[in-house]
T-cell receptor
Framework: GENVEQHPSTLSVQEGDSAVIKCTYS??????FPWYKQELGKGPQLIID?????GEKKDQRIAVTLNKTAKHFSLHITETQPEDSAVYFC?????????????FGTGTRLTIIP | GAGVSQSPSNKVTEKGKDVELRCDPI?????LYWYRQSLGQGLEFLIY????????KSGLPSDRFSAERTGGSVSTLTIQRTQQEDSAVYLC??????????????FGPGTRLTVL
């Protein structure tokens, strides 16, 4: 089955700097890669996703890049703000009209230092 | 509109007791998933429901775990004879029916289960 590895497990950056979180996946058939943000006591919230037919996607301060050949994808947050502090999870999914279960990485705890 | 809701938000039980966790998906969402999040870990898939099809139970860790979905909407996850290792946050997610690329899964706030 699919296996997703995520690094780093913790990340601290100065407010205003950029943060990068990286994930690798094992199943080359996976074609959808979402990123979720989880704040304390809440469920994961989708912040951005990318499908395998594109290499990059941006949404304001957040971007995701995908390298299908190397089977890795990354989350980039620019101009970080204190409210970006949370745990971020990457995931991979094979969409096959059936069970679209997500396989998650183990999470990155991002701390923005004011 | 209303998102995915789960109840209770917290559940403390004694080892050996049975527990039931409830999930109300987003109205109109035909797919429903249960995941488990253990302390410091990522989310682990448990079970998947799609419409009236037989559920995919491939992620259930033991036969003490079961789930049902009534009327294609509300789902209940049942854990029998709870063990301390069952302590975790149980998350429910729902999405629209799958398409070529699949659909976004929206998560509820979770139920934190503590087995003493």
């Amino acid at each position: 089955g699919e296996n997703v590895e995520q690094h780093p497990s913790t990340l601290s950056v100065q407010e205003g700097d950029s943060a990068v979180i990286k994930c690798t996946y094992s199943d080359s058939a996976s074609n959808y890669f979402p990123w979720y943000k989880q704040e304390l006591g809440k469920g994961p919230q989708l912040i951005i996703d990318i499908r395998s037919n594109v290499g990059e996607k941006k949404d304001q301060r957040i971007a995701v890049t995908l390298n299908k050949t190397a089977k890795h994808f990354s989350l980039h947050i620019t101009e970080t703000q204190p409210e970006d502090s949370a745990v971020y999870f990457c995931a991979a999914r094979l969409s096959n009209f059936g069970n679209e279960k997500l396989t998650f990485g183990t999470g990155t705890r991002l701390t923005i230092i004011p | 509109g209303a998102g995915v809701s789960q109840s209770p938000s917290n559940k403390v039980t004694e080892k050996g007791k049975d527990v039931e966790l409830r999930c109300d998906p987003i109205s109109g969402h035909t797919a429903l998933y249960w995941y488990r999040q253990s302390l410091g870990q990522g989310l682990e898939f448990l079970i998947y429901f799609q419409g009236n099809s037989a559920p995919d139970k491939s992620g259930l860790p033991s036969d003490r775990f079961s789930a049902e979905r009534t009327g294609g909407s509300v789902s209940t996850l049942t854990i029998q004879r709870t063990q301390q290792e069952d302590s975790a946050v149980y998350l429910c997610a729902s999405s629209l029916r799958g398409t070529t690329w699949g659909n976004t899964q929206y998560f509820g706030p979770g139920t934190r289960l503590t087995v003493l």
